[in-house]
């Protein structure tokens, strides 16, 4: 395994999910520079609140080496990424959420979208943050209509529309009387994350809190990605 392991560094070396620079021999995930200063570029956590959901934490920023790096993740297939990101995600919610939350779950893509893409990146990111926190995530929401994506749509209040009544709770005893943790890629507008939050409490839930791994810097911009 280990001869087999050289062989597959010797030909496809690990690269920083962050610069995406080939890492040192034996090293994966993240270099030793990102590590020290893209994930405390910011405050470790970066608090907001929605129009429906309590409170939204998030790690990193939306913006240079880690903005490069989450669209390879969303679109280029890097699906490993997940379990660096879901570390950074992870000691957000513990360090600011711990205690407030009874379960965990994502804001999903749509069949359509799933299909195209292969993988439903929330959910990979949901997943490997309840790992880090000994947890388990649960499938809560569906999107059962696909829409045109968030970043194409203009500013919040047309992206408020544009998801209107596209998500729904398919088993309502799951979330009922529960604080639920909703788990997404990143916070722009907060318009999906208020929209599955109005669809969980409808459900029964007794609050929505929130986490994502990156926020952009204002909450009315567009980061210029398909959502």
């Known amino acids: 395994m280990g001869f087999f392991s050289t062989l597959l560094d010797l030909f496809f070396p690990p690269k920083c999910a962050f610069c995406h620079k080939v890492l040192d021999s034996g090293k994966s995930g993240v270099c030793a520079r990102c590590k020290n200063s893209v ?25 240079d080496t880690v903005k490069d790096s989450i669209r390879r993740f969303k679109f280029k297939g890097q699906t490993g990424y997940a379990k660096i990101y879901g570390k950074f ?10 205690g407030r939350y009874d379960l965990i779950t994502w804001v999903p893509l749509s069949r359509k979208r799933l ?4 993988y439903d990146q929330a959910m990979l ?9 000994n947890d388990v995530a649960v499938a809560a929401l569906e999107k059962y209509r696909d829409v045109p994506a968030q970043s194409g749509v203009g ?3 047309h992206r408020r529309a544009n998801i209107s009544g596209v998500y729904r ?3 309502p005893e799951l979330v009922a009387d529960k604080r639920v ?20 409490l409808d ?10 791994l990156a926020r952009t810097r204002d909450r009315e911009e567009t980061a210029g990605d398909d959502f």
């Open 39 to 63: 994930a405390r570029a910011e405050p470790q956590a970066v608090s907001d609140r929605g129009e429906v959901f309590t409170v939204c934490v998030s790690p990193l920023l939306y913006a």
């Open 89 to 98: 995600i992870a000691e957000s919610i513990a360090d600011n959420l711990a």
């Open 115 to 118: 299909k195209s893409r292969g």
């Open 125 to 133: 990111l949901c997943m490997a943050a309840a790992l880090e926190l």
């Open 155 to 157: 500013d919040a209040a």
């Open 169 to 171: 709770v398919p088993d």
């Open 181 to 200: 943790l909703l788990v997404d890629d990143i916070l722009t507008t907060g318009s999906t994350l208020d929209e599955c939050a109005r669809m969980l």
């Open 203 to 212: 459900a029964g839930a007794l609050e929505v809190l929130c986490a994502t």
